[in-house]
C-alpha cells in the first residue's frame, strides 16, 4: 500500500530535519512526504531539498492558516490514495509503514490512528509531558490512544485516512484547535470505520516547557466546548473530569485553612502520579517531574472547559479560542 505522508510545519527547521531522518530507516518505502510550510518566517525548504536524493518529497509554501488548513493543501497536492498525518515535533519509529501496511491489509479501515511514546533522547521535561498525556490518572484515558471508549477516534499527530474520506467530508474543517477530534468526528458521522493500530506508535516530542504546555491544554480545553456546538451530543461527562478537579482541589485547598487534613486528597494523588509515573518511565527525575506536568495539564484543560462552557453555553457566544498569535512562542 502506498501512503502520501502529510506534515504541516511552522518555524521548526531543525525537528523537521529530525523528522526525515527518521524517514531514511523506514522498513517500509512505499510513501511520499509532502511538507507544507504553513506561512513560516524561519523556513525548512533547505532541509528538506537535503532529502530529496533520498525519498519521494515535496515542499509547498502558504500562507499561515493553521494545521488544517496546511493538511487539506497538502491532500490536494498528493497522489496517492491514502494519506498520513504527522505533527513535525514527532519521530517515527522504523517499522511505522510496516505495521501500518499489514493492520489495513489485514483488516482494512479507510481511517486509523496510532499511540505515541516518549523517546529516549527526550528531556526530562518532555518524558514527564507525555506522561501526563498519555496516563490513565490524567487524561490519556478520553485521548487518542484508547479504542474503548465509544469509537475510536484518531488524532493528527498520528493518524491516516483514504482519500475516499476527504472526497467526503472535505477534509479538516477551518479550526484552530480541535480540528482533529472535529475530522474523527466527521468520519464517524459519515459511517466510516476506524481504528486502532497499538503498535503504529510515535515518539511526539510535545511542547517543551510548561507554560507552552498550558496554553496547548487550555485550548483543548476550550476545544471541547466548541466540539460539542459543532456535533451535539459529543460531550461526554468524562470530558469535564478535568475541571471537577481544577474545582475540587481548589475547594479542598480553601478548606485546610480550617483542617489540613483537607489536603491528604491531594496528596495521595501526588504520591498516585509519582508511583505510577516511576514504574512506567523507571527514572525518579521524569517521575518527579510528572507530577507538576499532571497538575498542569488538569489545570489548564479544566480552566479552558470551565471558561469555554460559560462563555459558549451561558453567554451563546460563538466559537473562540486562545493563544492564537503566541502559542508557538
Known sequence: MNFSVIIPVYNRPDEVKELLDSFLVQKSADFEIIIIEDGSTIKCENVVKSYQSKFDISYFFKENGGPASARNHGMAKAKYDYFVFFDSDCIIPEAYFEIVSKALNDNFSDAYGGPDAAHKSFTSIQKAISYSMTSFFTTGGIRGGNEKMEQFKPRSFNMGYSRNIYEKTGGFSNMRFGEDVDMSLKILENGFKTQLIRDAFVYHKRRTDFRKFFKQVYNSGIARINLEKRHPGSLKLVHAMPAAFFLGTLFLIFLSVIN????????????????????????????????????????????????SFWRRIFLKQDEFHAFRKNFYK
Open 260 to 307: 489540613w487534613m483537607f489536603l491528604l486528597p491531594i496528596g495521595l494523588y501526588i504520591i498516585l502520579i509519582l508511583a505510577d509515573a516511576l514504574i512506567k518511565t523507571k527514572s525518579f527525575i521524569v517521575a518527579c517531574t510528572a507530577i507538576p506536568a499532571s497538575f498542569t495539564q488538569l489545570y489548564g484543560y479544566g480552566l479552558g472547559f470551565i471558561v
